[in-house]
């Protein structure tokens, strides 16, 4: 709890003392080796060999808060005094029904809009074939 409260005093005392902040300083790019990794493949396909879209989602999900974290850094401390969770997704487009097990996937997404107490992030999901687009 000690140290949660050091945190604090790390945070702004306004929106004016934040740092300037542009889209590509959140910007991240995440492969996830699924035609690459057979050990890992095991883990995302269900009994009928297709890929278990929940654990995409989570994937999905941890990608937009280390977005947001990566968004608001604070350089000059190792831990963020900040608790960021995922409020909704706006949106998922998918351009084709299914993802290959086959293939590798590349998750990449940036911060596009900051509120004063919220952020929104759009993060894309790429296979050869498919594409996928989300909001949160």
């Not at 306004?14 to 050990?39: C, F, H, N, T, W």
């Not at 850094?73 to 949106?91: C, G, R």
């Not at 998918?94 to 107490?117: A, R, Y």
């Amino acid at each position: 709890m000690e140290e949660r409260k050091l945190l604090s005093s790390f945070l702004a005392e306004s929106q004016k003392a934040l740092p300037s902040r542009r889209m590509k300083d959140s910007y991240i790019e995440v492969l996830l080796p699924l035609g690459s990794q057979p050990d890992l493949r095991e883990k995302y396909l269900t009994v009928q060999n297709t890929v278990r879209f929940g654990r995409i989602l989570e994937d999905l999900d941890s990608l937009g808060v280390l977005i947001c974290y990566t968004h608001t850094k604070i350089h000059s401390v190792k831990m963020s005094p900040l608790s960021i969770v995922t409020a909704l997704v706006d949106k998922i487009d998918m351009c084709k029904k299914s993802l290959s097990p086959e293939q590798d996937i590349k998750f990449s997404g940036h911060v596009s809009w900051v509120g004063n107490t919220s952020m929104e992030v759009k993060m894309q999901m790429f296979q050869a074939g498919i594409c996928k687009s989300t909001h949160s």
